[in-house]
């Protein structure tokens, strides 16, 4: 790596613990206390508060002010340019888990990635537990993983013990099954990057994120995953099964030089990750269960 590069990335670093501790700060003064709630959309399943929009133009500000030549996409945004996108790019969700939030449950999180021609190279996650202002999980390429001042380590093991815990979503069991039986009783923490952030810690031993992931859900946990030494997989749904391969990039290698920050706003897939041999054990062990709805498009190729 250039040594320009290794320069910008310290300055990165440095930032980013500085938001990700700032913006827990901010959060922490919303939570408990009675939040207006809007949605997004008309179905009412996703919900944002003054909480959301204070953190994200809380990064999106500072984040430009120190780096005007980087693009921001947040969550909150809302919008995309079809602009082509700089080198760097932070991916943010100022809040990840509002509806665990705005009812009181303390498990949310601040999601800042950073990503390099697409590839995640820094990230960090502010989560609500250890001592009372909260602990931030946080990575950078080539440097490892690290909780506050502790760095972390996924042990490498091949199957689930027992008494783990595991995240699988709440709908597993009308989607998916596992051919063999894989230990471990489920979780359902209802914020993606806090449950990145569980799994980089050792807390929960893999997790299967099964519906379609957004970037602003991963960018950061990812890096954090695979500098604390653990496999992800991103998955592509097939009409018979999914097929998972090893998560690079958030560009399709096609696309590598033409992507916009709307296309990248689209971003969307499943992940699996976890101690290397046990994500390989659930990939090869997930199916879909059988569906007649399926068995019948399939067979008139609909
Ligand atoms: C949501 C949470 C939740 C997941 C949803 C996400 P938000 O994020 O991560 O766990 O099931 O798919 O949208 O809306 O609270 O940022
Ligand atoms: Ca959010
Ligand atoms: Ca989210």
Request: aromatic content about 8%.
């Amino acid at each position: 790596m250039a040594s320009e590069d290794n320069l910008h990335l310290l300055e990165i670093e440095t930032e980013l613990k500085l938001l990700a501790k700032e913006a827990g700060k901010t959060l922490l003064t919303y939570f408990g206390k009675p939040i207006h709630i809007e949605y997004k959309d008309s179905a009412q399943t996703d919900p944002v508060t003054e909480a959301d929009k204070t953190v994200q133009d809380l990064l999106k500000t500072s984040i430009l002010k120190s780096f005007p030549d980087h693009a921001v996409i947040g969550e909150e945004d809302q919008t995309g340019t079809n602009k082509t996108i700089p080198k760097y790019v932070w991916v943010i969700d100022p809040l990840d888990g509002t509806r665990n939030f705005s009812n009181g449950l303390r498990i949310f999180a601040c999601s800042i990635g950073v990503l390099r021609d697409g590839i995640p190279i820094a990230g960090a996650i502010f989560i609500p537990t250890g001592n009372k202002g909260g602990d931030i999980v946080h990575a950078v390429i080539g440097k490892g993983a690290y909780l506050n001042d502790t760095a972390i380590k996924i042990p490498d093991r091949g199957s689930p013990e027992s008494a783990s815990l595991v995240g699988l979503p709440g709908s597993f069991h009308n989607y998916y099954q596992f051919t063999n039986r894989i230990k471990g009783e489920p979780r359902i923490l209802g914020s993606i990057a806090y449950e990145l952030a569980m799994v980089a810690t050792g807390v929960l031993q893999y997790s299967a994120l099964l519906g379609s992931l957004a970037i602003w859900d991963v960018a950061a946990g990812l890096i954090i995953i695979k500098e604390a030494g653990g496999n992800i997989k991103v998955g592509n749904k097939g009409k018979t099964k999914v097929i998972w391969s090893d998560f690079n990039s958030f560009y399709k290698q096609s696309a590598k030089n033409n992507v916009d920050v709307a296309t990248l706003r689209k971003w969307h897939a499943p992940l699996i990750f976890g101690a290397t041999g046990i994500v390989n054990l659930i990939c090869q062990n997930l199916e879909y269960k059988f569906s007649w709805k399926r068995s019948l498009k399939n067979l008139f190729k609909i």
